[in-house]
């Protein structure tokens, strides 16, 4: 049915294809775990059925996947639980596919986030880009669809991109395995702490809200010195977010 | 302590935010778009060819064109349906003729020489086995054909222009748009249908959605509006028209679940779910050109085989029940003789008999098992031979087999429309009830979500039999 080439990555010694064991749902005893955003119709659960081994139904239509999905694979000896999170085009509003994306990302602590994008519409992923990078330090943009991308003629150079979101991009064609390697490799060296990410902090904001989202901050930080994205916590404490309040309360938030 | 610092902080978010007013989330989103397009700005450049767009825009222009947009829709519908009713015959009359006519005497055979009770051989090999067995092999072929048809469309990316189509009818009965989409799901399962109304942010467009899901057509009732189609409507045209006639009404039956869930939107929307229609985006995908053979073996894993082990659990013990009501007396008569007779006048009524509403109450757990119990109970009540025996589950051979025993029966042409259309308008089986239970967490609507299309279906068989008595 697929053709097992092997890419000229896969068969490098360096990826250490052995190492790769696609574990599909035996979610238990995992060392880490890997959320997986991106906006609605980017091959997110084709990327999810890539890295699992698993078959959660792919469809070209945007908002198909609703719930959680969760699944496994072994690279290295290490585990790691992939959770296909609902696609969404922010993590600003109040839908429940929306909530739950945003949820994961802030209080399941998700070791690293994969966010992956559509290549060729790179200008309105990035939105929901910027936003997962206000709330994580760990992250790997996966440049999904680049196929297509370069059907449509468009040309990406993924380290101007990867310097400027200061986090690692890894191109990939999930359909047909292209770059999945690659992205294991990747995942694996941030969980790893082996890259370290510097991404990207939103900066256009009017000056009094940057000011005032400055004086929450660092009220939090002083608060709560372990917290990594008090600017998201204090951007939505400024948008009156009920539950961030809540969260905040009984300490969930920095738990 | 703790405690009371982050309330200073909450207290000074809630300042900050009556100083900064509502623009911060324009603002913010002001912002994030000035970063990206900056971002883009430096990392992408763009090729002068645009003729993939241009295609795509091309075929958009005509699947979402005023006039064209629903006759192609239709069209689809049909083709996909003709692929698999012409296409489901050969392996199903196959797998008709290995599990039940090869398999079954092995299997009664064997249990009577282990020293089975007779009772328990019949139980376990006349109810659960020929359940089972007339499931697969009714089910399994149509589902082989139609969820891969489905799913290389929905990959294709025509789901959302189906809705972009549809909206405006949508907006007029008060229901969100995105419903289309949950719509078509349900023409595979009702189940997967209301688990994906998630997509609809509002609650109150959700339950709408919810509720009239079950209008959609499931794949456990297309073989019922196939068959009765071929054997009844099929007869009164000449035969070279018969398949063109039965396809139609079998699509005229699904396009009149279209009208229903319209209906009851609107209707909703007008009394009990009172409310504003929201706006939302949909994004029309780009078209992609499915990848057919990962697509097909995608689809038969996921769905077909899903779908069919659900349809066997709860086959098997819905036959069970079945030999149990026919073998278990009271008095003279069986359970099932007696239920049929106190069923009957209700039944008439409605241009339907006491056989039908027994077999679409034993029928709830999954709607796949109404013909054979029909014809079961039908060569009980009426004693005319055929069949296995008492109590026995079967699916004959040949349609006009099937066609003889129904007419013995009774069944006239309408009681065939009728059963058709209550097929249409009833009950969801109990996987999707419990699935609108698990997805409102409300037993009201839930209730409401199963009562209102057996009501529906009362009422519709009630009008169409006086009407057809008066004039027929």
Redesign the interface.
């Known amino acids: 049915?697929?053709k097992n080439t092997k890419t000229a990555c896969e068969a490098c010694a360096h990826f250490n294809p052995e190492g790769l064991k696609k574990l599909g749902i035996k979610t238990d005893k995992i060392d880490f775990v890997i959320a997986l955003a991106g906006n609605?119709?980017t091959g997110k659960s084709t990327v999810f059925n890539a890295l699992t081994g698993l078959?959660q139904?792919?469809?070209?239509?945007?908002?198909k996947t609703?719930?959680r999905a969760e699944g496994a694979y072994e690279y290295n000896q290490q585990k790691y639980k992939m959770v296909d999170l609902?696609g969404t085009?922010s993590l600003?509003s109040?839908?429940?596919?929306e909530e739950v994306a945003r949820n994961f990302i802030l209080f399941g602590k998700p070791t690293v986030t994969v966010i992956v994008v559509d290549a060729?519409r790179?200008?309105?992923n990035?939105?929901l880009?910027?936003?997962i990078l206000e709330i994580t330090n760990k992250a790997v943009l996966c440049l999904n669809l680049m196929d297509?991308a370069e059907?449509?003629?468009?040309?990406?150079?993924?380290r101007?991109?990867a310097k400027?979101?200061g986090i690692p991009v890894v191109p990939t064609s999930a359909?047909?395995q292209k770059g999945i390697p690659e992205l294991i490799k990747t995942i694996s060296e941030l969980a790893n702490n082996k890259i370290q990410c510097k991404p990207?902090k939103?900066?256009?904001?009017?000056k009094?809200?940057e000011k005032?989202v400055q004086?929450?901050s660092t009220?939090?930080k002083k608060?709560f010195p372990t917290i990594t994205n008090s600017r998201w916590i204090?951007?939505r404490?400024?948008?009156?977010d009920t539950q961030i309040?809540e969260a905040?309360?009984t300490g969930e938030i920095v738990a | 302590m703790?405690?009371k610092?982050?309330d200073?902080?909450?207290a000074?978010?809630k300042e900050?935010?009556w100083?900064?007013g509502d623009?911060?989330?324009d603002?913010?989103?002001?912002?994030?778009?000035?970063?990206?397009?900056k971002?883009?700005e430096?990392?992408?450049?763009?090729?002068?060819?645009k003729s993939?767009?241009r295609i795509d825009a091309k075929i958009d222009k005509i699947v979402t064109s005023r006039i064209w947009g629903f006759p192609i829709m239709l069209f689809i519908l049909g083709v996909v349906l003709w692929l698999t009713i012409i296409g489901a015959n050969y392996p199903s009359s196959m797998l008709a003729e290995i599990l039940l006519d090869t398999f079954h005497p092995v299997l009664k055979n064997l249990g009577a020489n282990m020293g089975l009770p007779w009772w328990l051989n019949g139980f376990l090999f006349d109810g659960v086995y020929l359940a089972v067995a007339w499931v697969i092999a009714v089910m399994l072929p149509p589902m082989a054909i139609f969820f891969p048809l489905f799913?290389l469309l929905?990959?294709?990316?025509y789901?959302?222009r189906v809705a972009f189509n549809m909206d405006t009818l949508f907006k007029k009965s008060g229901a969100h748009g995105?419903q289309a989409?949950t719509m078509s799901m349900g023409f595979g399962c009702n189940a997967a249908g209301v688990?994906?109304t998630?997509?609809i942010?509002s609650p109150r467009e959700r339950l709408i959605a919810i509720i009239t899901n079950n209008f959609s057509l499931c794949n456990g009732r297309w073989p019922t509006q196939i068959l009765l189609a071929t054997i009844f409507i099929g007869a009164v045209v000449p035969q070279t028209y018969s398949s063109i006639a039965s396809l139609s009404a079998v699509i005229g039956i699904a396009v009149l679940g279209i009208f229903f869930m319209f209906f009851f939107s609107w209707a909703l929307t007008k009394t009990v779910l009172k409310g504003e229609v929201s706006t939302f985006?949909?994004?029309l995908?780009?078209?992609?050109p499915p990848?057919f053979?990962?697509t097909v073996?995608?689809?038969l894993?996921?769905?077909t085989l899903i779908v069919l082990w659900r349809a066997i659990v709860f086959a098997a013990p819905a036959g069970a029940v079945i030999w149990l009501i026919s073998n278990l007396y009271i008095g003279n008569e069986s359970i099932a003789a007696w239920t049929v007779h106190s069923l009957d006048g209700f039944g008439f009524l409605l241009g339907l008999n006491g056989v039908v509403l027994l077999a679409y109450i034993v029928a709830i757990p999954a709607n796949e098992i109404v013909i054979p119990t029909i014809l079961m109970l039908t060569v009980m009540v009426t004693g005319i031979p055929g069949g296995e025996g008492v109590g026995v589950m079967f699916e004959l051979d040949s349609i006009t087999a099937t066609a003889d025993i129904l007419k013995a029966g009774g069944w006239t042409l309408l009681t065939a429309v009728n059963v058709m259309l209550f097929s249409l308008l009833h009950n969801p089986c109990s996987t999707t009830i419990y699935t609108i239970y698990k997805e409102t967490n409300s037993v009201k609507w839930t209730v409401v979500a199963s009562i209102l299309p057996v009501i529906a279906g009362f009422i519709i068989t009630f009008l169409v039999a006086q009407v057809w008595r008066i004039f027929m």
């Open positions: 049915m697929e609605p119709n078959r139904h792919t469809g070209n239509w945007p908002g609703v719930r609902p085009y600003l109040t839908s429940e596919d060729s790179l200008e309105r990035l939105n880009v910027l936003q297509e059907r449509n003629e468009i040309k990406i150079d993924t101007i991109l400027d979101l359909r047909s990207h939103i900066k256009n904001i009017p009094n809200i005032a004086e929450i009220a939090l608060e204090a951007i404490m400024l948008e009156g309040i905040l309360k | 703790k405690t610092k982050i200073e902080i909450i000074l978010s900050l935010r100083q900064i623009e911060l989330h603002n913010l989103a002001e912002g994030i778009y000035a970063d990206a397009s971002i883009v430096g990392a992408v450049t763009k090729g002068n060819n993939k767009f799913t929905e990959d294709f990316g789901l959302p995105k989409l688990v994906a998630r997509i942010d985006n949909l994004e995908p780009p078209y992609r990848v053979w990962k073996y995608t689809s894993i996921d769905r």
